[in-house]
């Protein structure tokens, strides 16, 4: 690829977990997008809790001729942002987008979790979001300007398949956290949007999910076709680029057209038809 065609040329981002699951084959969203701004032309550091996942990350986009460097950072701490972004500058004099993909949460109920999985989750979605833009914003503002994108869900915006309180609130203030920055931080020419993934198959539910829950997942969208990481990678891309130069305080759905459907919708499709909704239905 030429530099001229190079969408994130000159920009030097920032992913947070964006270290190598286990599952190498099996991508998640952070390490997605962490390969794909570098292979458009964007110096990355890539940030992760774990800093030997985060090697192979920045190891494979060597391997591909881009340039990256790692962090360890713990974003739950205010400490573990400031340091995130203060490597970011030191090792490449600025940052142009921060991407907040790191997540964490806990299934249950009201009635089933406890204070410590709300922690955890607010922690790591919301503070460590907030904390890591709070540092990150006035090196954007200097250099002219910036993007924000935080990986949010549908889960945060709906009741989703999953009992999940905690990781489903954080994702929704999360949200909203992401509008807040595009207002008050607009004047700045600081950009901040959401990506809110649908179903996709990704190293994150690779563990838990059966096949027959998997094959359910993926008719239940419109499209009938499994998204992955990539697809959230290339939005993200999107969202980084010029091209979005205009584009703040939205959230994007990346979920096949799930999110324009009820369960009657898509019934037939669930249960193993190729016909969506039926005509009798309302």
């Known amino acids: 690829m030429t530099e001229k065609c190079r969408r994130l040329a000159g920009k030097i981002a920032i ?4 270290g190598t699951t286990q599952a190498r084959d099996n991508f998640g969203t952070g390490q997605a997008i962490a390969l794909l701004f570098a292979r458009q032309g964007a110096k990355v550091l890539v940030a992760d809790l774990d800093a030997d996942r985060a090697e192979l990350t920045r190891q494979t986009i060597l391997a ?5 460097a790692v962090v360890r950072a713990n974003v739950a701490e205010e400490a573990g942002c400031r340091a995130m972004v203060e490597a970011c500058v030191k090792e490449y ?10 997540g964490a949460g806990a299934s249950g109920t009201v009635t089933d979790i406890g204070a410590a999985d709300f922690d955890l989750a607010v922690d790591v979605n919301i503070k460590g979001a907030a904390m890591a833009a ?5 090196v954007m503002a200097e250099a002219g300007g910036g993007s924000i994108i935080n990986i949010t869900s549908i889960d945060g915006m709906r009741t989703g398949g999953i009992r ?8 929704a203030g999360l949200s909203h956290l992401s509008t807040l920055m595009a207002c008050h931080h607009g004047h700045q020419n600081i950009r901040s949007n959401c990506i809110a993934p649908g179903h996709i198959y990704g190293s994150y539910v690779h563990n838990f999910l059966t096949p027959d829950i998997r094959e359910r997942r993926r008719r239940a969208a419109p499209l009938g076709t499994e998204g992955n990481a990539w697809d959230v990678a290339w939005a993200a891309v999107f969202l980084a680029s010029d091209e979005a130069r205009w584009i703040s305080g939205i959230v994007l759905p990346v979920d096949g057209g799930l999110a324009t459907a009820t369960p009657l919708a898509m019934f037939d499709a669930i249960e193993g038809g190729d016909n969506g909704a039926r005509g009798e239905v309302g």
């Open 15 to 18: 992913v947070t977990g964006a």
């Open 64 to 68: 591909e001729g881009g340039e990256a």
């Open 93 to 102: 004099g600025g940052v142009h987008v921060l991407v907040n993909n790191a």
């Open 134 to 138: 709070k540092y990150a914003i006035p």
């Open 164 to 171: 999940n309180v905690p990781y489903s609130v954080a994702k």
